[in-house]
């Protein structure tokens, strides 16, 4: 699990397009408004996939941003996230 964080930390220095909610680590989360969470299960794909589906899924949420507080992979991701205004 810590190389699963660690991995998907590292893609948080990414560009990702057109995304608009943005993945943040646990300091600069400290200035953002808590607005729930989001959770993927049973998704198939490399790390990069599975950020961009938990910022698709935060932009409809109406967030800003996400920060990963749980990710597993056994053969599919799932990961939990919580969303940001």
């Known amino acids: 699990m810590k190389t699963t964080l660690a991995v998907l930390s590292l893609l948080s220095?990414?560009?990702?397009?057109?995304?608009?909610?943005?993945?943040?680590?646990?300091?600069?989360?400290?200035?953002?408004?808590s607005a729930g969470t989001i959770s993927l299960g049973g998704v198939a794909g490399a790390?990069?996939?599975?950020r961009q589906q938990l910022s698709q899924k935060a932009d409809e949420q109406g967030a800003s941003a996400y920060?990963?507080?749980?990710?597993?992979?056994?053969?599919?991701?799932?990961?939990?996230?919580?969303l940001y205004k």
């Open 47 to 50: 790390p990069m996939d599975i």
């Open 13 to 33: 220095v990414l560009s990702f397009g057109a995304s608009a909610a943005q993945l943040v680590n646990a300091e600069q989360s400290q200035h953002l408004q």
């Open 67 to 82: 920060r990963v507080i749980e990710a597993r992979n056994d053969n599919t991701w799932h990961v939990t996230a919580e």
